[in-house]
């Protein structure tokens, strides 16, 4: 079938945590053969491949990816395939070379094969310890400390860069931490908000690995892939900021997230041995200020933590997740 760059979307890092939902969501959005999933592995959801295309791509092989747009002249990238926090500050060089370097290669290929527009996320990581944690702004203090938030605090400003010198129509959200039903948590320090319910619904007792009155900003899957959809579908003069827009929706502590756990499942049981996660999370945000968000495109979050909690656990009654992967 010929392809024009109007007419089909490519997903960069489609098995991953945000990447797996996000096809399923744009292949709902649009015809399932317009949107390309494609990944450095074959998907363990099988339903990646069966339901559209599916295509073998390590962005770092600059090659194969600017074949695969070539074929395809996509007129949307989302560029999703990353190291994260945790598991970048084990492998530090691989984690810049691929939340980097991958960047730019899409960048500049879509320059090259003119595409409509690029989705790239940043995170909550892009801040550091002198950042103001309560209510932090859209433009303060960004001194990362993990090798994820400074990779990702370079990536909005080649974002910017290239919108400002290219054209190109590059948007970015700061996500918090992601919660789903249907993936494991796989190497973020906000996981911990994920693994706990699969503990619940286990009748597990959960050993948290962050202190319980540990504050971070995060938010359920159904909401983070409105936002990103929104943003993309908004008209280019109501998208005022180039480099990444701040992205909140509920920030809770282990302590709060366990109490509204207890009252589905009363005889949950945690306890907490902080590790080095500590730290990361020490440096990140306790809440977000979105107003820059909420005033250029209309962001409004739909869910808060009792009611994402009582979704999760009926989700994760009815079925256990297949995926494995995290912020």
């Not at 560029?79 to 691929?98: C, D, Y």
């Not at 320059?111 to 940043?122: F, L, T």
């Not at 249907?182 to 619940?200: F, Q, S």
């Not at 180039?242 to 809770?252: K, T």
Request: hydrophobic share 40%.
């Amino acid at each position: 079938m010929e392809t024009t760059p109007s007419d089909t979307v490519l997903v960069i890092g489609a098995c991953g945590q945000l990447g797996f939902e996000l096809t399923h969501a744009l292949r709902q959005r649009y015809a399932a053969h317009r949107v390309i999933a494609a990944d450095v592995r074959p998907p363990k959801q099988p339903e990646l491949q069966e339901a559209g295309p599916f295509e073998l791509l390590d962005v770092l092989d600059r090659p194969r990816l600017e074949a695969i747009i070539a074929q395809y002249r996509p007129k949307q990238i989302y560029h999703l395939a990353a190291l994260l926090s945790a598991t970048a500050e084990k492998n530090p060089e691989f984690g810049w070379r691929l939340n980097m370097d991958g960047l730019l290669n899409v960048l500049d290929l879509a320059v090259k094969y003119k595409v409509a527009q690029v989705y790239w996320p940043s995170s909550i990581a892009v801040f550091g310890p002198d950042t103001p944690r309560q209510n932090t702004p859209q433009l303060t203090i960004m001194n990362p400390s993990t090798v994820y938030g400074i990779s990702k605090l370079a990536g909005e400003q080649w974002c910017e860069w290239y919108h400002k010198n290219h054209g190109l129509d590059v948007r970015s959200l700061r996500y918090p931490g992601l919660i789903s039903y249907k993936t494991l948590p796989g190497g973020g320090t906000t996981d911990y908000a994920v693994d706990i319910y699969h503990k619940a619904v286990a009748g597990q007792s959960y050993e948290c690995f962050l202190q319980q009155d540990t504050y971070l900003p995060m938010m359920y899957m159904p909401d983070a892939l409105k936002a990103t959809l929104d943003l993309m579908h908004a008209p280019a003069e109501q998208i005022k900021v180039r480099s990444s827009y701040n992205l909140g929706a509920m920030s809770f502590s282990p302590a709060e997230i366990t109490a509204a756990i207890q009252r589905h499942e009363p005889d949950f049981e945690v306890t907490y041995k902080p590790d080095s996660r500590q730290q990361i999370a020490d440096s990140w945000p306790a809440s977000i200020d979105d107003s820059r968000a909420r005033q250029d495109w209309g962001w409004q979050p739909e869910f808060d933590l009792d009611k994402m909690t009582a979704d999760m656990l009926l989700h994760l009654h009815q079925a256990e997740p297949q995926v494995a992967v995290g912020r």
